[in-house]
C-alpha cells in the first residue's frame, strides 16, 4: 500500500501510547492509579448537559455556520474581553471541535514551508507534529527551574531566532510543567514578537482553571491584539473534554481563513452543543467551581505526598492539572539511567500510572535533570493516597 510520504511527518499524543499499557494492565485485573493522561473524571455540571439535551429535543441538530453559532461567538467574545481587556467581537471568533483543531488551522493559515516556529520543549507534542506535517521548521525552546515555578529559558528561546522565524508558539498554563508567566516575562515575549515581528498561538487551555489569583493573556499587552490566536476550550473548566468543543479568536482576516478551513474539514461544529456551551459561560457557575474546588485538593494533597519522597522535588503550580516533579534525585538513589525503565518499573510494581519528559519532546544533549508528569485531574483523592502511598514505599 502507497501511503503519502507526508505521513511520516505526523507525531502522536504520547500520552495516549502510556494510557494503552495502562489500560491493558487494568484488563488483566491490576490495580491502575492513572496519573498519566489530561481527562476529567468528573462529571460535565447538570445545567449544561441539560441544556444539550434540551436544544436536541427542539430539533436543533442540523447543520449551522462554519463560523460557529452568532449567538455563541457574541458570548465568548464578551466573556474574553472582561477576563483579558480585549475589544473582540463575533467577527474574532470560530468555534471549533475542540481546542486540538485550532493549532493545525493556525498554522495552516500563517505558517508557509520552510517558515521556522518557535515551540515550547516540554511541550504539547501535537505543536512539533503540525508544524512539521505542514512543511515548516520546528524550533524548540526551553523552561528552567525559578524559585516557585518553572520559567521560559530566554537565553534558548532568543537564540533560536533567525530571519526565517516567522511564529511563537507560546503555552502560558503550561503543559507538562504548569508553569506561569510572570508579568516581567510576559513583557519581555511581547517586546520579543514586536522585534522579530512575530505572530503568536496563545494557547490558553487552562486559563480558567486555576487555585489562587488571576490569569493573563499576551493579548492583553499593547500591540498583541493583532498578532495573537487564542486557543479557547471548554473541556477544561466545565470538565467537557469529550463534548469536543473550543475556539479560535484571532484578528478578523485571520477568524475568515479558519473558517474556510472549517468549512473545508468538518463543515461545522456540532450544533446544539453550542447551546450548551453559551449556558457554560453565562449560567448557574457552581458546578464550574466544584471542578476547580476538586481539582485542587488533589493537588494539594499530590504535591505534599511526592515532595516526602527522598529525591522528588515538586512545585505546587496555581493553575492547571499536571504537576512535573524533578526526579534526579531518587532516579540516581535508585540507580535508573533510563526514563522509560524508571516508569515501566513504577507502573508494574505500583499500579502508578505517569509520563516522563520524554512524552514531551526530545531532551536536550546537555540537560541533566529528570522529570516526569503527573496529571491528577482523572484520579480520586482516595486512589492518590493509595497510590501515591505504593510509591512511596516502592522508591523507600
Avoid at 23 to 45: C, E, M, R, S, W
Wanted: proline share 3%; glycine share 8%; hydrophobic share 35%.
Amino acid at each position: 500500500m502507497r501511503i503519502a510520504h507526508r505521513i511520516n511527518k505526523l507525531g502522536t499524543e504520547t500520552a495516549f501510547s502510556v494510557s494503552q499499557e495502562a489500560n491493558n494492565l487494568k484488563a488483566q485485573g491490576k490495580t491502575v492509579y492513572p496519573f498519566h493522561l489530561g481527562d476529567i473524571n468528573i462529571i460535565t455540571p447538570k445545567n449544561v448537559i441539560d441544556t444539550c439535551n434540551d436544544a436536541m429535543n427542539k430539533g436543533i441538530t442540523g447543520y449551522t455556520s462554519n463560523y460557529g453559532l452568532t449567538a455563541l461567538r457574541e458570548t465568548l467574545a464578551e466573556d474574553i474581553n472582561k477576563s483579558r481587556g480585549t475589544s473582540y467581537t463575533l467577527d474574532n471568533v470560530t468555534i471549533q471541535p475542540g481546542g486540538k483543531p485550532v493549532i493545525g488551522k493556525f498554522i495552516m493559515a500563517l505558517m508557509n514551508p520552510g517558515d521556522e516556529v518557535l515551540y515550547p520543549n516540554p511541550g504539547y507534542p501535537i505543536y512539533e507534529s503540525m508544524i512539521e506535517f505542514h512543511g515548516g521548521t520546528g524550533l524548540a525552546y526551553g523552561y528552567k527551574e525559578g524559585k516557585t515555578n518553572f520559567e521560559i529559558d530566554f537565553d534558548d528561546l532568543e537564540s533560536k531566532i533567525t530571519d526565517k522565524t516567522k511564529i511563537l508558539v507560546y503555552n502560558n498554563l503550561h503543559n507538562p510543567t504548569g508553569a506561569e508567566s510572570s508579568d516581567e516575562e510576559m513583557e519581555r515575549i511581547a517586546k520579543l514578537v514586536v522585534k522579530h515581528d512575530l505572530y503568536v498561538l496563545c494557547d490558553e487551555a487552562y486559563f480558567d482553571l486555576r487555585y489562587h489569583g488571576d490569569s493573563k493573556s499576551l493579548t492583553s499587552y499593547p500591540g498583541m491584539e493583532e498578532r495573537c490566536v487564542i486557543l479557547y476550550t471548554f473541556s477544561k473548566k466545565f470538565s467537557m473534554t469529550g463534548w469536543r468543543l473550543g475556539a479560535a479568536i484571532a484578528p478578523k482576516e485571520i477568524s475568515e481563513v479558519i473558517a474556510k478551513l472549517n468549512l473545508n474539514d468538518e463543515s461545522c461544529t456540532n450544533h446544539f452543543i453550542q447551546y450548551a456551551a453559551i449556558e457554560a459561560i453565562t449560567g448557574d457557575q457552581s458546578g464550574s467551581k466544584q471542578i476547580i474546588s476538586s481539582l485542587k485538593k488533589r493537588r494539594d494533597l499530590c504535591v505534599e505526598m511526592l515532595n516526602a519522597i527522598d529525591g522528588v522535588s515538586c512545585f505546587s503550580p496555581n493553575a492547571t492539572f499536571y504537576l512535573f516533579p524533578n526526579v534526579t534525585g531518587v532516579m540516581d538513589r535508585k540507580g535508573y539511567t533510563s526514563y522509560e525503565d524508571f516508569r515501566k518499573d513504577v507502573l508494574y510494581n505500583t499500579g502508578v500510572s505517569f509520563c516522563t519528559r520524554l512524552h514531551f519532546g526530545r531532551a536536550k544533549a546537555d540537560e541533566k535533570n529528570k522529570y516526569i508528569r503527573f496529571a491528577y485531574s482523572g484520579i480520586d483523592e482516595k486512589d492518590i493516597i493509595e497510590g501515591l502511598t505504593k510509591l512511596q514505599e516502592f522508591l523507600k
